[in-house]
C-alpha cells in the first residue's frame, strides 16, 4: 500500500502554462507538506496544512497556490510555469503530536521540468 | 533564521571503513531527524532525535544529538556498499517546519 502518492510522476510543460500536482495519503495523518528540491538537492518546505488549514507559507511566488480538499489530499497549482520552477516537488504527512517530533513520510516525487 | 550545515558534501570512502557524517545548526531546536534518498528516489527516514544526548542506532548507523553544541553525528561503521546514498539532516524549526541541510552524498567503493 503507498502511504503518501503523487501524481503526475514526471510532468514536462512549457512556460507560461498552467499545471497541477495531486498528492494524496493513507496514513490518517493530520499535516501534509510541500516540498522543493533544486537541483543541487536542495530541500526547502514551501507550504503545510493541518486539517485543511494552511499552517506554513513559506516566501513562495504567488503563482504557486496550494489547496486541501480534505485532510487526506493536498494538491499544488502553479501558474504561469517559469523555467526557474523546475525541480522535484515533493509531499509529505506526518501525525501531529502534543510535543511534535513526528517523522514527516515523503512521497515519490514529481518531476518538473519547464521548456 | 535557522541555518544547517552538513560536512562533508562529498565522501568516498571503501567497504569496511568507518566515519562519520557532521550536522551543524545556528539556533536551539531539540528535533533533528536524518533521511535517506537514493539516487531519483524519495526520502527516507532513518531516525528522529528529540532530546540532548539522544542516541539511536539501525544496522551500521548510529545518530546522536548534542543540543549545546548544536550539532548531530550520522556514524556509520564497516560501510557496505548498499549504504551508498545522499544522506540529509534536517531541524525542527518549530511547528514542524523542518530545515535541511545540503546533503552529504557518500560513496562507498569495493
Known amino acids: 500500500d503507498t502511504a503518501v502518492s503523487q501524481t503526475p510522476k514526471y510532468l514536462v510543460t512549457q512556460m507560461g502554462n498552467d499545471k497541477s500536482i495531486k498528492c494524496e495519503q493513507n496514513?490518517?495523518?493530520?499535516?501534509m507538506y510541500w516540498y522543493k528540491q533544486d537541483s543541487k538537492k536542495f530541500l526547502k518546505i514551501m507550504f503545510s496544512?493541518?486539517?485543511?488549514?494552511?499552517?506554513i507559507n513559506e516566501t513562495v511566488p504567488n503563482r504557486f497556490s496550494p489547496k486541501s480538499p480534505d485532510k487526506a489530499h493536498l494538491n499544488l497549482h502553479i501558474n504561469s510555469l517559469e523555467l526557474g520552477d523546475s525541480a522535484v516537488y515533493f509531499c509529505?504527512?506526518?501525525?501531529?503530536?502534543?510535543?511534535?517530533?513526528?517523522?514527516?513520510?515523503f512521497g515519490p516525487g514529481t518531476r518538473l521540468l519547464v521548456l | 533564521e535557522l541555518k544547517v550545515e552538513q560536512n562533508p558534501l562529498f565522501l568516498s570512502m571503501q567497504e569496511g571503513k568507518n566515519y562519520t557524517i557532521y550536522c551543524n545548526y545556528s539556533?536551539?531546536?531539540?528535533?533533528l531527524y536524518w533521511y535517506r534518498q537514493d539516487p531519483g528516489k524519495s526520502l527516507e527516514s532513518l531516525f528522529v532525535?528529540?532530546?540532548?544526548?539522544a542516541v539511536k542506532q539501525e544496522g551500521r548507523l548510529m545518530a546522536s544529538l548534542d543540543t549545546k553544541a548544536r550539532l548531530s553525528t550520522l556514524h556509520i561503521t564497516a560501510a557496505v556498499h548498499d549504504l551508498s546514498a545522499t544522506y540529509f539532516c534536517?531541524?525542527?524549526?518549530?511547528?514542524?517546519?523542518?530545515?535541511f541541510g545540503q546533503g552529504t552524498r557518500l560513496t562507498i567503493n569495493p
Open positions: 496514513l490518517g495523518h493530520d499535516t
Open positions: 509529505a504527512s506526518s501525525q501531529d503530536s502534543q510535543d511534535g517530533g513526528e517523522t514527516q513520510y
Open positions: 534536517a531541524v525542527d524549526q518549530g511547528a514542524q517546519k523542518l530545515v
Open positions: 496544512y493541518n486539517n485543511k488549514e494552511l499552517i
Open positions: 532525535l528529540l532530546s540532548n544526548g
Open positions: 539556533t536551539t531546536s531539540d528535533r
